[in-house]
């Protein structure tokens, strides 16, 4: 098999290009091994056919004679790819004959079958997958527990949402439904490409994605989000049902036509009610313009959508542009949204460009020092300058813009991995001053509440992140992280599902949902969900429902055959409180004092977060000479000033 000559297809949302050995979907590229691809391509072939091993043998290895373990290798390797798309596909091993590729849905089905095993009498969601590609991360556990570090850094693809969402009826128009959300609430669906080459999409997508910031940062509007709203991106489906979808009132829908260092645009804001336009409107200006002009759209719809006149908001990008220097910011955005760590190396260089050609472009400075953390959280090669080199340009974009919100989000989140606990509260304040309700905020602040030990601010935070970006499975997973903080099971179990609706087989919301069932005492659910599970998501549950069956050995043997993984897919914090679980404590505070070493998060939130933990822990003389050291008194000196805030200000849900 010359894979070179391949061509490109599909499987279910997912693109299969053998010549690249790569997979893509909306916001997820993968590249995998040579054999591997050719064992796919061969499957895909055969079209749910069974293909023996002698089948695979002349195909993907020439007819060169291999043992069963080379075969064996692939084939898990290939399933690993497949669990890593959101389980687009699936082997199956047809047992002495051969193996064959199991369709999107069969696979879904079979994703899904141990969930719907543990909750007899109810009907399982027969939706196809919603894909994404996973990242690995440097900080691990940092969101405790259950969640990798980098879900800050969510992964989206949208391109397989579509298919569970409502489908148009043909008498949408006449129905009498009522409005789907409040009245200033509204989504910026992708603008079309009008400039005749699909490689420029990435500017009518930037320019989407810079309306829904300018419009967020007002606080008079509700604005769904990007990853939501992009979802829609390619699909013919009617206003009623993509308001009904992402809760709004009113979408906006536009085209964008680049001609030279010229751009047209043009917009709508269209009624979800009647799907009739309420205001409409024309853009001929110079690309130098363009912060002006993206200022003027904004202001015209919210206009039109609260029948007042507003301000500019608080943080909007001013002045003139260099048109190449935004070029290459939207372009790097485009390359950042992928998430994977070769498109943030291709956003930084293009960013890097962007700040070059216009020094004050305090969003190209902001961008930059994003994928200068994404890459440190998430890089396969360390730099230890990516951390200081993004401070640096976050400061600089400060000194330029005070008030813009990227800025001052993405400054509070270097905090927090900094253990700036000073700066993060600075940080928030202001945020909290100008506008805490668009997305990149709204996350920030829960960041922030999260690792400073105040869940109900968190939760609240969460929730108002998941209602404008209600097709987020991060959002979603917030939630849960604020819920099973406070020992909020049973919700935990709702928020789990709702999460599972949106990314079938997603191990951290799988995971959720195993804590939450050992906790309630429904272990036979927990199990069977535990079964499905990797590590280190599966240490998060099985010791607990061993110590629940009443068998603490083999509790303390699952984490004691943990230790070769801490520091390399768990953290020395997490390992810490696996013991502390189970009242081992001298190996408790041993891994503990590990975290402090290395800088852990998750240790800070140990003794708010943890309420499985004994409470003779906390007496223990080694942990209150841990609590006693200097970064351990820092954290518990802002712990208290928010908590004294709270004391005095209250809060609500």
């Keep these: 098999m010359d894979l070179a000559h391949e061509a490109n297809f599909v499987i279910g949302a997912i693109e299969i290009r053998p010549s690249r050995r790569e997979l893509v979907g909306e916001g997820f590229r993968q590249t995998i091994d040579p054999r591997v691809m050719r064992v796919l391509v061969a499957l895909a072939r055969a079209k749910s056919e069974i293909l023996s091993r002698d089948d695979l043998i002349e195909s993907c290895w020439d007819g060169v004679i291999v ?86 850094l969510v992964l989206i693809a949208g391109a397989g949402l579509w298919w569970f969402l409502p489908r148009p009826s043909n008498n949408l128009s006449a129905s009498s439904d009522p409005p789907a ?35 967020s940062a007002n606080p008079e509007l509700r604005v769904i989000a990007r990853t939501s709203a992009f ?73 039109a959508l609260t029948n007042r006149t507003l301000p500019q908001t608080a943080g909007s990008s001013s002045g003139v542009v260099n048109a190449d220097a935004y070029r290459a910011y939207l372009k790097g955005s485009s390359y950042y949204a992928l998430r994977t760590e070769e498109g943030a190396l291709k956003a930084a260089a293009l960013f890097e460009k962007a700040a070059a050609l216009q020094p004050d472009f305090a969003d190209a400075l902001a961008a930059l020092a994003s994928t200068y953390i994404f890459l440190e959280d998430h890089g396969t090669v360390y730099n230890v300058s990516y951390y200081s080199r993004a401070q640096e340009l976050l400061n600089r974009a400060l000194k330029i813009a005070p008030d813009n919100l990227h800025v001052l989000a993405c400054h509070l989140s270097l905090s927090i991995d900094l253990l700036d606990w000073g700066g993060a509260i600075a940080d928030a304040h202001r945020i909290q001053k100008i506008n805490a309700h668009g997305v990149a905020a709204l996350r920030a602040i829960f960041y922030y509440h999260h690792f400073l030990g105040s869940p109900e601010l968190a939760l609240k935070s969460a929730r108002e992140a998941a209602e404008l970006d209600p097709l987020s499975v991060t959002n979603r997973s917030n939630v849960i992280i604020a819920l099973i903080s406070m020992g909020r099971y049973e919700e935990t179990i709702m928020a789990a599902k709702e999460a599972l609706a949106l990314r079938a087989g997603q191990q951290d919301a799988l995971a959720f949902l195993c804590w939450a069932y050992a906790h309630t005492g429904q272990l036979a659910q927990a199990q069977r969900i535990a079964n499905t599970l990797t590590t280190p998501m599966s240490l998060e549950c099985m010791p607990q429902i061993a110590r629940a069956l009443g068998n603490r050995a083999k509790a303390e043997a699952i984490i004691d055959a943990n230790v070769p993984n801490v520091g390399v897919s768990v953290g020395y914090a997490d390992q810490g409180r696996y013991y502390a679980y189970g009242g081992h404590y001298s190996k408790a505070i041993f891994w503990l004092e590990k975290g402090y070493e290395h800088r852990e998060q998750s240790l800070f939130l140990i003794p708010f977060f943890d309420k499985e933990i004994p409470p003779e822990f906390f007496k223990q003389p080694d942990w209150l000479a841990l609590m006693d050291k200097p970064r351990m008194r820092e954290w518990k000196a802002a712990h208290d000033m928010i908590a004294s805030d709270v004391m005095e200000n209250g809060v609500s849900e």
């Design 67 to 152: 043992g069963d373990d080379a075969i064996n290798r692939c084939i898990s390797r290939l399933r690993k790819v497949a669990e890593s798309c959101g389980n687009a596909f699936a082997v199956e091993t047809v047992p002495r004959v051969g193996y064959r590729l199991i369709p999107p849905e069969t696979a879904l089905a079979e994703a899904r079958a141990e969930i719907v095993l543990a909750e007899p009498g109810e009907t399982p969601a027969t939706q196809p997958p919603f894909s994404a590609a996973p990242q690995a991360s440097r900080k691990k556990h940092a969101l405790m527990p259950l969640v990798a570090a980098g879900l800050a």
């Design 181 to 215: 959300g409040p009245a200033n609430s509204v989504a910026v669906l992708p603008f079309a490409n009008m400039s005749g080459d699909r490689a420029r999409e990435y500017f009518s997508d930037g320019i989407s994605e810079e309306l829904i910031s300018e419009l």
């Design 231 to 303: 979802a829609f991106k390619g699909k013919n489906a009617d206003a009623k049902t993509v308001a009904h979808s992402l809760g709004v009132r009113s979408l906006v829908e536009g085209s964008v036509r680049e001609t030279g260092d010229r751009v047209r645009i043009n917009v709508q804001l269209i009624d979800s009610g009647s799907g009739y336009s309420v205001w409409s409107g024309t853009y001929d200006r110079n690309l130098t313009e363009i912060f002006a002009l993206q200022n003027e759209i904004a202001r015209a719809i919210a206009h």
